[in-house]
């Protein structure tokens, strides 16, 4: 097991809080419904498991979902799990000194990932708009080995694109008028994906990081986006009892598996 904790703003001058925003502002560019997909998720933790849970934020990238999570539930504790070299340092930057949270670098696709993880098992396991980037063979093998983590009663919450292929031409309205919403958005000064990410490799802490991730993921990391349907049935077949989705918009989707 591998606990890792942060370097700061107190360490480097880095504003960590400022870039954990700035990357929440590039993320509403392209779902401005996010903080309505994460009061939902958080509802449905506190409807589960109650206010005190132990999470593991699953691919949590800068700990969006963990920031949520402790402002919501003063006794609840996160583990945070990530690849993402240049993401991971503005989480352990954002929560320093914070001992509710710890964070893990590994790779989901590796077989031993949950070896790395402090405990054996979590109320909740929470993730949001980052296993789209696996196909669905790996994701499948990633959620059997969710279902080992998550504990009898606990859940498992995935908030993500997923496209029902049976309906192209809603699927078509939609992605148009997202895409209109986007331009405009970027028209009136909003940061784009790459945008962003240049601004991280020009910065002198972020550069590093910034760098190493270029080397893992490349631009972006496109794998599968399938069906809530296939989402669930998956869910099922590898040890969870219900799973469903709880929420959704035209574009995304927040399904919950209970143990």
């Not at 504003?15 to 958080?42: G, H, K």
């Not at 699953?58 to 996160?78: E, N, Y």
């Not at 590796?110 to 196909?135: K, N």
């Amino acid at each position: 097991m591998t606990e890792t904790t942060a370097t700061g703003a107190g360490t480097t001058g880095t504003d960590w809080r400022a870039w954990q925003e700035s990357w929440d502002r590039q993320q509403e560019t392209y779902m401005p419904d996010r903080e309505e997909r994460f009061r939902i998720m958080l509802d449905m933790v506190e409807a589960c498991v109650g206010p005190e849970p132990r999470i593991l934020d699953l691919a949590c990238g800068t700990g969006s979902i963990t920031a949520r999570l402790l402002a919501r539930f003063p006794g609840a504790t996160s583990t945070g799990i990530d690849l993402d070299p240049a993401l991971l340092a503005i989480a352990r930057g954002t929560f320093e000194g914070e001992d509710r949270v710890g964070f893990v670098e590994a790779d989901l696709k590796a077989p031993d990932w949950p070896a790395r993880l402090p405990y054996e098992s979590y109320d909740a396991v929470l993730t949001a708009t980052a296993l789209h980037w696996l196909h669905s063979e790996p994701l499948a093998v990633l959620y059997g080995q969710v279902a080992e983590l998550v504990r009898h009663g606990g859940v498992f919450m995935n908030a993500d694109h997923m496209i029902d292929e049976s309906t192209p031409r809603i699927n078509a309205a939609e992605r148009d008028q997202r895409h209109a919403r986007m331009d405009q958005a970027m028209r009136s000064g909003a940061l784009d994906w790459a945008q962003w990410w240049q601004l991280a490799a020009e910065d002198p802490v972020l550069a590093g990081p910034t760098a190493r991730r270029y080397e893992i993921y490349g631009e972006h990391a496109d794998g599968d986006m399938p069906s809530a349907q296939w989402h669930a049935r998956v869910l099922r077949e590898k040890g969870f009892g219900e799973a469903r989705a709880v929420w959704c918009s035209p574009a995304d989707t927040l399904l919950l598996a209970l143990k």
